[in-house]
């Protein structure tokens, strides 16, 4: 049975390189960054010649990039320091946002009393006139709206959100995860004050991430016991996987334009194939729509299909397809995907609707076949 991986939004396969090179630093820098002896300085060379690698990606200071354990912790840590250091009484974020964001925002809510505005959508796009008006506040306010949501694939114009930020005094924050690797941000131009990242969505190693802290910005711990990373994030640097990430995204930018054109034009064969094979498919958000959605996430809904989506996904997964009904933190859960909530009506909600999401190692054959299965489900 052929087999083919279409979650790629969930997680993504890591590269040969990405290995060797995660090999290569277990065996020979196996020493402690804060150590001071010989095998520690060696290890910290290593740390630092990543963090230097790392910022040079985005223009930016290595003193400006917080190694973490991935997209959560970073983003926990911009929210939870925002609210507790600097001074923020009021977050603006969507309801569409990943749930590290929104669990976060939610629970500060709670123990710390702050007011939450939720940003309306136009068809799952921030509504920026919307934003506008939320902004003008004395509260001191730090918006959190996401780049290329994990779901839809919708992209946020973050200049645009950026610069209306900065004119009325706000912070900006930005979930990355789904765009790291896939589009070029030039920090030093972006009107953007903190960002997070996640390896394992640009090929490289699960459990290591990044945050980009604007210097002089005022964040502080959240965790306690060490001065690692600037005294942000305390505990011993996991240094083979911020080798690992390093390598991933050094590769992914190196070819980004090529690989992204290569994505894009493999999403939009899908597309194409999917409405002949069965041309009652609605995409969700557009996100079928070339430079409003990334190449890498498609949103389907299926009205003509009864199958539940869970159960649809179960008949893909049997025939060696994988997919997802929303975000990997929801896949436990019978539950309709809290952004499709958002977007769809109820009578929309009761389709079964599902995201496929391609790399560079997807093929014409993989969507081929997959749309074989489709088919044959439908009929």
């Not at 230097?52 to 912790?73: D, H, L, R, W």
């Not at 991430?209 to 640097?237: A, H």
């Not at 009578?347 to 014409?364: A, G, H, V, Y």
Request: overall charge neutral; some cysteine.
């Amino acid at each position: 049975m052929k087999r083919v991986y279409l979650d790629n939004a969930a997680t993504t396969p890591l590269r040969k390189e990405v290995s060797d090179v995660m090999m290569a630093v277990l065996t020979n820098s196996y020493g402690n960054p804060s150590s001071s002896h010989a095998f520690g300085r060696s290890a910290k060379a290593v740390l630092e010649s990543c963090r230097k690698q790392v910022a040079s990606f985005f223009n930016i200071s290595p003193a400006e990039i917080i190694f973490t354990s991935g997209g959560t912790e970073a983003n926990n840590l911009i929210l939870q320091s925002a609210v507790k250091n600097l001074g923020v009484k009021h977050l603006i974020t969507s309801r569409v946002e990943h749930h590290a964001v929104l669990h976060t925002v939610g629970a500060l809510a709670i123990s710390e009393g702050i007011k939450v505005s939720y940003v309306d959508l136009i068809n799952g796009a921030v509504n920026l006139e919307h934003l506008e008006a939320l902004l003008q506040t004395k509260e001191r306010t730090l918006v959190s709206l996401m780049h290329v949501n994990n779901e839809t694939g919708t992209i946020l114009n973050i200049d645009r959100v950026g610069a209306m930020c900065k004119e009325y005094g706000a912070w900006f924050h930005s979930d990355t995860v789904q765009s790291i690797g896939h589009f070029n941000l030039d920090l030093q131009k972006l009107p953007i004050d903190f960002i997070t990242a996640s390896a394992h969505k640009f090929h490289g190693p699960k459990g290591i991430g990044f945050v980009f802290v604007r210097k002089n910005s005022g964040v502080q711990p959240i965790l306690f016991g060490g001065e690692q990373e600037r005294g942000l994030r305390p505990g011993t640097e996991a240094l083979h996987d911020i080798a690992g990430m390093t390598e991933a995204l050094k590769l992914a930018i190196d070819a980004m334009n090529k690989e992204y054109e290569y994505i894009q034009g493999l999403k939009t064969y899908f597309v194409e194939s999917l409405k002949r094979a069965i041309p009652e498919v609605v995409f969700n958000a557009n996100s079928d729509t070339v430079g409003k959605t990334t190449a890498t996430i498609l949103n389907v809904r299926f009205p003509k299909l009864k199958s539940k989506g869970e159960m649809l996904q179960f008949q893909l997964d049997l025939k060696g397809i994988a997919v997802s009904r929303g975000s990997a933190c929801q896949s436990g859960s019978a539950q309709v995907s809290h952004v499709l909530k958002e977007i769809l009506t109820a009578d929309e909600l009761q389709q079964p609707s599902l995201r496929f999401s391609f790399s560079i190692f997807n093929t014409k054959d993989d969507v081929d076949y997959t749309i074989d299965v489709l088919k044959a489900l439908s009929s």
